[in-house]
């Protein structure tokens, strides 16, 4: 039986699809415009786009390492991960990088449904931590950043809250 791997693929579902105990990633991009995901408050913050640029990042970097592969996107540094605020007129743009993200933790998914227990407390590289704590770790970046997300919509007007049902 593989526990810790089934618990991760739930974790997954719910926080890319489910509402549970917060917004899903679903959930906070849902209905979002161009607008409003290259939309930055006063300039002092990421936009919508970048945090969902740095989620493909970081996610795809995780894919990378639970394969043993080397990540060709290189970044010097994390803000380097976000990229530029995107463009306010450019929907194709942003449906595209929507997309780009949901095929991301697809093969998230797919990479963790071919673990099991006993790959997932292996380390994913010398000298690292386990695979189990790479994928808690990415889980909880990513629940983090979309609750930016909803604070950024919430200071837009665009938030229309939580579904629930």
């Known amino acids: 039986m593989q526990v810790v791997t089934n618990m991760f693929e739930e974790q997954l579902d719910i926080h890319w699809h489910e509402n549970e105990w917060f917004a899903s990633i679903d959930q906070a991009l849902h209905e979002v415009t161009a607008a409003e995901a290259a939309w930055t408050s006063s300039g002092n913050s990421n936009s919508i786009w970048q945090i969902v640029n740095h989620l493909i990042f970081w996610n795809e970097d995780v894919i990378h390492r639970i394969k043993g592969t080397e990540n060709p996107r290189k970044a010097e540094d994390n803000e380097v991960t976000f990229g530029n605020p995107g463009d306010p007129e450019d929907e194709f743009g942003w449906t595209q990088t929507v997309q780009r993200l949901n095929e ?25 931590n386990s695979m189990e704590r790479l994928l808690s770790n990415i889980m909880m970046h990513d629940t983090y950043h979309v609750g930016q997300i909803v604070l950024l919509r919430k200071l837009q007007s665009s938030w229309a809250g939580v579904d629930w049902s």
């Open 104 to 128: 991301v933790l697809s093969n998230l998914k797919g990479v963790i449904a071919e673990l099991n227990d006993e790959k997932l407390k292996a380390p994913y590289a010398a000298n690292s």
